[in-house]
């Protein structure tokens, strides 16, 4: 299995994620059903979300690389009946690949993360999409009753764009310097280092990965677990958590300011 997802790789499997959202609201029970893993959002809020940000963000990568700020969704709102709804939100996909494809991996775009591990990239852009579409696909399956794993190159790629986009900072870690492992099942692993100089991820080579003693704390499971836990869908301690559990839940707290 490749080490990272190419960007060809990663636009089919935007579309391939997003299809098995469409087919998620479309098999569900009702739109007014709540999302239990977003206990605030009713189906159709989720629905709206996905496509209006897929939107937003068709529209930022079209503005082009001296863009200061995510644009506004453009085009028509969510309609509420449940077919039109399914036709908007796959205007929303193609609209987002189209802009992807344009664009291509390397031209430069707005981004909200700044000093991450993540570039500011459309190649970036389309890595970390494809996670927010993963995991709300998931957010719907299990509102229709129905959830699925996320697929493995999917979830092995969302672990390491987890850590390098949304946990990488150069803000002041507030807690005492702590060392973090998380290693997926399928065999790959990534050790998080907290300090006063921030946060910082490494993929750990596989014999550095079994160093007893290491890191304060790790977490070990599915990369599909991994992500779950990550994105706050699944508790870290239904996974096979070692050290200290607190460090999972200070990292989940911490909102650090640059």
Known sequence: MEETLEFPDLLRLIDERSTAFRAAVASAPGLDARVPTCPE?????LARHLGEGRRAWAATIAAGPAA??????????????????VEWLAEATRELLEALREAGPDRGCWTWW?????????????????????????DAQLTAGAPQPL?????????????????????????RPAVV???????????????ADGARTARLPAPAAAEPGAADASL?????????????????????????????DLLQAWEPEE
């Open 151 to 175: 697929p493995e190159r999917v979830a092995l790629d969302g672990v390491e764009d987890f850590l390098f986009t949304c946990c990488a900072t150069t803000a002041a870690w507030p807690h």
């Open 114 to 138: 700044g000093a991450s591990q993540s570039p500011r990239t459309c190649g970036a852009v389309a890595r970390h999409q494809l996670q927010e579409i993963s995991v709300h696909t998931y």
């Open 68 to 85: 200061t700020a995510k644009s506004a969704p453009q085009g028509p709102a969510a309609p509420q009946e449940r077919g039109a709804l």
């Open 41 to 45: 959002w009713t189906l159709s809020d």
């Open 220 to 248: 070990r499971g599915t990369a599909g677990d991994l992500v779950l836990a990550l994105y706050d869908r699944i508790p870290p301690d239904s996974l096979d958590l070692e050290g200290d559990g607190r460090l999972f």
């Open 181 to 195: 492992d998380y290693h997926a099942t399928e065999g790959r692993s990534w050790r998080t280092w907290l300090s």
